[in-house]
């Protein structure tokens, strides 16, 4: 059974079109993240939701747009691609929001934006 | 602010060698410390991580890694590599981002080749 699932694993799409990522835990936990690792393997937190509530939001540009419909699911929509978009992004989730949480993560979504 | 510093972005040994990488944060408070591995084209997977009382720390695989505050550092071994301990390795430290909000921020990964 995947712990933590992201549809799809490979995007490749144009400048200026829209997109969703979409991410399920079956953890039963009550937090969830975004990271965006660059090509460089850098890993830098996006967002983080806890119980559908957002608890963080990065310095990331608004056309990045997280939704929680529930608290297994966070999905992650960006508009208007530009092609320094282009990364592997991955969800992660925690049992909570505490400091000592292990985060489990997705396989994550290569994205190429052309 | 609070973050880590990984030495070496690549580190090569010989299967059976000691595998030693090397991690050093920066924190004015107790840090929690985390190792995670990342295998190509998967997600991160959490080896082990350091939170309070004992040092040193065993998790996954074969790997420990030993909390030295004096040092402030935090590197990770294994006595003896494997050919399937060939990946990238991430040293972590959960930092405050905003009040009342932490989130784990990453060194910028060591890549571990296996020579057979």
């Known amino acids: 059974d995947t712990a933590v699932s992201q549809t799809p694993k490979y995007l490749v799409t144009q400048m200026g079109n829209d997109k969703s990522i979409k991410c399920e835990q079956n953890?039963?936990?009550?937090?969830m993240y975004w990271y965006k690792q660059d090509s460089k393997k850098f890993l830098k937190i996006m967002f983080s939701?806890?119980?559908?509530?957002?608890?963080i939001n990065e310095t990331v540009p608004n056309r990045f747009s997280p939704k929680s419909p529930d608290k297994a699911h966070l999905n992650l929509h960006i508009n208007s691609l530009e092609l320094g978009d282009s990364a592997v992004y991955f969800c992660?989730?925690?049992?909570?929001?505490?400091?000592?949480?292990?985060?489990?993560f997705g396989p994550g979504t290569r994205l190429t934006v052309l | 602010a609070q973050s880590v510093t990984q030495l070496g972005s690549h580190v090569s040994v010989s299967e059976g060698a000691l595998v030693l990488l090397r991690c050093n944060y920066s924190?004015?408070?107790?840090?929690?410390l985390f190792w995670y591995v990342q295998y190509p084209n998967q997600g991160l997977q959490l080896l082990l991580k350091y939170t309070t009382g004992a040092t040193l720390v065993k998790g996954i695989n074969g790997f420990e890694a030993e909390f030295k505050k004096s040092e402030t550092s935090f590197h990770l071994t294994k006595p003896s590599a494997h050919m399937s301990d060939a990946a990238e390795y991430f040293c972590a430290v959960s930092v405050t981002v905003r009040a009342g909000r932490r989130a784990l921020t990453f060194g910028s990964g060591t890549r571990l080749q296996v020579q057979p």
């Open positions: 953890l039963g936990h009550d937090t």
């Open positions: 992660a989730s925690s049992l909570r929001t505490g400091d000592t949480d292990t985060q489990y």
């Open positions: 924190s004015s408070v107790p840090p929690y």
């Open positions: 939701y806890n119980n559908k509530e957002l608890i």
